[in-house]
Structures are given as C-alpha cells and as structure tokens.
Nanobody, 124 residues
Framework: QGQLAESGGGLVQAGDSLRLSCAAS????????MGWFRQAPGKEREFVAS????????YYADSVKGRFTISRDNAKNTVYLQMNKLKPEDTAVYYC?????????????????WGQGTQVTVSS
C-alpha cells in the first residue's frame, strides 16, 4: 500500500515563495504521473499542476502558470511544487496525487492515490 505525504506548507506574505514536497513511500511511484491539486474553504478541489512519469511533460492551471513549477526526483520518490510570487488567492490546502499511468492528467478523478494535504496560507 503506497502513501503520499506532503510537507512544506505554511503562512507567508504575498509575493513570497514556498516549496512543497510530496514524498512517496510503500511503493515506487517513479512510473506514475503525479499531480498537485488544491482546495480552498467552500470551494471545490482544483487542479494546480501535473507531471508525467519521466518529468518530460508538465501541465499547469492558468492561474499558476509562470509562477509555479512542478518537478520530480524519481531517485528520491519525491515530487515538488515550487511556488513563487504567491497571492492571497493561492491560500488553500494543497494535495499531492498519483496515477498509475505514465501520462499526466488534470482531473482529480483520474488520480486514485492522494496525500493528506498541507495548508498554504498567503496573507496580503
């Protein structure tokens, strides 16, 4: 049984940066596409970014394009989300997700494995 554990969240000011990490354990996720999603209070979970198993393909939500970067280190079984120029509207719980296919997708239902989430709060 594999597990995903997010870390790196916190309280920052607008314009600051954070790097989230998602460490996989219990199984090798190196052949899995990975994604980051977020959910703000009272809102539905939304796609943020995803990356193919090789890291060769990445996808971003329009709202984070140019500010966030997803990457992975398969040797460490870890996926990262570098978040720059953070805005108050980026405030949410951020979730890491995995799907046992090599190609990345942008829909939450396509990811069967999920972490518990890490809170990111951006103050204005």
């Amino acid at each position: 049984q594999g597990q995903l554990a997010e870390s790196g969240g916190g309280l920052v000011q607008a314009g600051d940066s954070l790097r989230l990490s998602c460490a996989a354990s219990g199984r090798t996720f190196s052949n899995y596409a990975m994604g980051w999603f977020r959910q703000a209070p009272g809102k539905e979970r939304e796609f943020v970014a995803s990356i193919s198993w090789s890291g060769g393909s990445t996808y971003y939500a329009d709202s984070v394009k140019g500010r966030f970067t997803i990457s992975r280190d398969n040797a460490k079984n870890t996926v990262y989300l570098q978040m720059n120029k953070l805005k108050p509207e980026d405030t949410a719980v951020y979730y890491c997700a995995a799907r046992d296919y090599v190609n990345a997708r942008t829909k939450a239902y396509e990811y069967p494995y999920w972490g518990q989430g890490t809170q990111v709060t951006v103050s204005s």
